[in-house]
Structure formats: structure tokens, C-alpha cells
T-cell receptor
Framework: NAGVTQTPKFQVLKTGQSMTLQCAQD?????MSWYRQDPGMGLRLIHY???????DQGEVPNGYNVSRSTTEDFPLRLLSAAPSQTSVYFC?????????????FGPGTRLTVT | GQQVMQIPQYQHVQEGEDFTTYCNSS?????IQWYKQRPGGHPVFLIQ?????EVKKQKRLTFQFGEAKKNSSLHITATQTTDVGTYFC??????????FGSGTKLNVKP
């Protein structure tokens, strides 16, 4: 099993550009989520999904869109990149939120917006 | 909104010394998870606490969940250089969302 995979590993965007961060898991997990990690602020939840076709907002959803057409994939779209979106983005998956299930994180995408 | 506070932000210890990080929530948690992130890496699950007053041990690591399920701690006995990294707690309040603490970055001097 590959676990949770993310592409790309690094990306540089100019302000106003759009792009999609890819996330895939091969563990048949229903719950998937996107976090951003900024220095001194831990991980903040952007969007999450409890199954194919179902998504909801987290703590910091503005400027991001998600969709979940399959169990395996959960892409994150930046609509119009801003320097404030410079961050490390992690995708995570779990059988379900809460006990007894742990979250598995992907390796992350380091995004810089200039 | 929900928030999990974690202290300290940084901890520098000599190898062999103990280390503790604390998480606190203003409202009752359903459960709390702990993760470790090595420098340049991604968070890796360590443990989950569910019951009030629960204590779990993993070798030199001891995890506690408070009686009111509002606080939790991770204690490492006799730190080693392999313990270097950032330790996060993640609180869950039964709304499909985890709220991460800001993390404690542990540096261990050999």
C-alpha cells in the first residue's frame, strides 16, 4: 500500500494563479481532510470529507475549494493564489473521524506564492 | 470556536532529561490524539485517548487524559536524540473535525 500520496511536493505560484493540489489514498478510507501548517500555528483544518460526494468546511476554508468524486481522491483547489496561502499543505485520511481511528498523513506539498 | 492550546512552544533539553508538553481545551473533548512530526516530515500518529483519566504508556512515553477531558499531557522520560521533533495534540469534539494544538518543538542536546 502506498498510503496517502500528495503531488506536487513543491510548487511556486504567482499571485492570482490557480492550481490543484492532488491527494490520493489506497486504504479505502471514508474520511479525508486537508490541513495547512504555518510556523507556530500547528495544523489548521481547511476542508474535510466524510465520504464520496460529501464535503464540509474546516477552520480556514476561504480561498480553497474541494470535491470528492471517488473514495480515493480528494483534490484541493486554490482559486486565486495569494501570498497568505504560502504554507505547507497536508492531506490526511482515516477510516472515520474519532475513536478508534488514527489519521494517516501524506508527505505534504510546500507551496510558495509570490 | 473550538480551540486547543498547547505549551510550551519550544523545549530544549539535555539528553537524559525528561520532557513534558501540555494541551488544554476550554470545552470537553470527545477524545484526543497525539502526533509526532520529525523535521521536514509529516505528522505521525502516536496514540489516542478516549476515557476520562486515561493513562497510556509507550516505552518512555506516558500520555494522560484529564478527569474532565479538557486537558492532556505527553511526558517523555530520559529523552534521547531520536525524540527530536514537534509533538502535536489534536482534539476532537464530535463534529467530524480535529483541532490541533500549535505544537511543542523538542530539541535534545547529546
Amino acid at each position: 500500500n502506498a498510503g496517502v500520496t500528495q503531488t506536487p511536493k513543491f510548487q511556486v505560484l504567482k499571485t492570482g494563479q490557480s492550481m490543484t493540489l492532488q491527494c490520493a489514498q489506497d486504504m479505502n478510507h471514508e474520511y479525508m481532510s486537508w490541513y495547512r501548517q504555518d510556523p507556530g500555528m500547528g495544523l489548521r483544518l481547511i476542508h474535510y470529507s466524510v465520504g464520496a460526494g460529501i464535503t464540509d468546511q474546516g477552520e480556514v476554508p476561504n480561498g480553497y475549494n474541494v470535491s470528492r468524486s471517488t473514495t480515493e481522491d480528494f483534490p484541493l483547489r486554490l482559486l486565486s493564489a495569494a501570498p497568505s496561502q504560502t504554507s505547507v499543505y497536508f492531506c490526511a485520511s482515516s477510516t472515520a473521524p474519532g475513536p478508534p481511528y488514527e489519521q494517516y498523513f501524506g508527505p505534504g506539498t510546500r507551496l510558495t506564492v509570490t | 470556536g473550538q480551540q486547543v492550546m498547547q505549551i510550551p512552544q519550544y523545549q530544549h533539553v539535555q539528553e537524559g532529561e525528561d520532557f513534558t508538553t501540555y494541551c488544554n481545551s476550554s470545552t470537553t473533548l470527545s477524545n484526543i490524539q497525539w502526533y509526532k512530526q520529525r523535521p521536514g516530515g509529516h505528522p505521525v500518529f502516536l496514540i489516542q485517548l478516549v476515557k476520562s483519566g486515561e493513562v497510556k504508556k509507550q516505552k518512555r512515553l506516558t500520555f494522560q487524559f484529564g478527569e474532565a477531558k479538557k486537558n492532556s499531557s505527553l511526558h517523555i522520560t530520559a529523552t534521547q536524540t531520536t525524540d527530536v521533533g514537534t509533538y502535536f495534540c489534536a482534539g476532537y469534539y464530535n463534529f467530524n473535525k480535529f483541532y490541533f494544538g500549535s505544537g511543542t518543538k523538542l530539541n535534545v542536546k547529546p
